[in-house]
């Protein structure tokens, strides 16, 4: 097989249990690999960190050449999509009522919460004999939390699954997809869940309440309100504040039963959980890829990236480059000098990043001690079949006690 086809075979869902071999083949081939489709790949550590930093190259959708006048006046993306100035502005609004400098405790301050929704899908598992990472701790966690912080009732979170898995589905990358039906599907689960947290957030307009929603609607200062991007914030935030979680901590477990030795080694010393997680997002991240689209024609490594055209920034091989990591495919909890591109880089580094490290070291640390006992039922897992978003989407464990 031929390096322009590397896309096809990466996305394939066949390579999902083990995507890294076509990595290495991708950074030999590279820098700039590009592809049959007319896309281009691109797989190494500094070249990937280049694109992400440089101005040229757009997040937006709306800068592709696929994308036709229509469709791109009919859509309006998060602020994730976009770039600066507009892109600057939105997540600073979005920001103040979420984190640094405005309010830099909230974050922090949800460490005891997030502890006990632990310890509670932890304490419901007791004497069962076998359980599901993912349905039983992984996705029930970040859900709960990013819907407590946005001020979503509790009886109302399990609409949002359904939602999700179509708007996640929506962002997925490969090449020469229909995505018309893909797309249409998309644009209703927007449109449902926009208008469930915009009714929501009205709710709360002149009767705050402590949560995102009621924080933006009741913001004093015109200036600083999101206005009509409120419901795209909100589907973004309630998205990108759990599914990358889920698979962040699907894989760290999957990884520490796969080697016993560094298991052990974490129930032996847990405070070194924080730097096991930051290897976990260089190791395994959950994010694999990333679209960006040039807005002129760029000359980059000796290659011409068309104005219009998609770019592939594989994020998971950067992080294993040898190049930049030493032994890159060795699971290493102690590694130094650990950059990995787990939540990206540069103006768009991923916004919720406090929050997923927090909820992972939680949920992994509350689980070492039944990890000790398990075994995994099925070694590879079954996969999603999104590429981008890359985890199991069942990891059942056989509990012995």
């Not at 993912?134 to 407590?148: G, N």
């Amino acid at each position: 097989m031929t390096a322009d086809t590397l896309l096809e075979r990466i996305t394939d869902y066949a390579s999902r249990p083990d995507p890294w071999p076509l990595y290495a083949e991708l950074r030999e081939a590279g820098p700039v690999v590009p592809q049959a489709d007319g896309s281009h790949l691109v797989g190494t550590y500094h070249e990937i960190v280049a694109l992400l930093h440089n101005p040229r190259i757009s997040a937006d959708p709306r800068s592709s050449s696929r994308t036709t006048t229509e469709s791109a006046e009919a859509l309006t993306p998060p602020f994730l999509r976009q770039d600066d100035p507009e892109h600057h502005r939105l997540r600073t609004l979005a920001m103040r009522p979420f984190g640094p400098p405005h309010t830099p405790g909230r974050i922090d301050a949800m460490r005891g919460e997030i502890s006990r929704i632990t310890e509670d899908l932890i304490s419901s598992l007791r004497d069962r004999d076998q359980i599901d990472i993912v349905d039983d701790v992984a996705y029930p966690l970040p859900v709960t939390v990013i819907c407590r912080l946005l001020g979503v009732p509790r009886e109302d979170e399990p609409m949002f699954r359904e939602w999700t898995d179509v708007l996640v589905a929506s962002a997925d990358i490969g090449p020469g997809q229909d995505t018309a039906q893909r797309d249409e599907a998309m644009g209703q689960a927007r449109q449902e869940m926009g208008q469930y947290l915009v009714n929501l957030a009205e709710q709360r307009r002149g009767r705050p309440t402590d949560d995102l929603l009621s924080a933006f609607v009741n913001e004093p200062d015109p200036a600083l309100r999101l206005g009509d991007a409120l419901a795209e914030t909100a589907i973004l935030l309630l998205i990108a504040g759990h599914e990358t979680t889920v698979n962040l901590i699907t894989n760290g477990v999957l990884t520490l039963l796969r080697q016993p030795d560094q298991l052990d080694h974490l129930r032996r010393d847990p405070d070194l959980m924080p730097r096991a997680v930051e290897e976990l997002l260089r190791y395994e991240p959950p994010v694999h890829m990333r679209e960006r689209i040039p807005l002129a024609d760029v000359n980059f490594a000796g290659t011409i990236l068309p104005q219009g055209s998609s770019v592939i920034l594989a994020l998971a091989s950067g992080s294993r480059d040898p190049k930049r990591f030493h032994e890159p495919d060795r699971f290493d909890p102690a590694r130094p000098d650990n950059e990995h591109l787990g939540f990206g880089s540069g103006v768009h580094l991923c916004y919720g990043a406090p929050l997923a490290r927090i909820e992972a070291q939680t949920a992994l640390g509350a689980l070492l001690p039944h990890l000790a006992t398990a075994t995994l039922t099925q070694d590879p897992p079954p996969y999603r079949t999104n590429a981008m978003l890359r985890g199991p989407r069942h990891l059942t464990l056989r509990l012995r006690t």
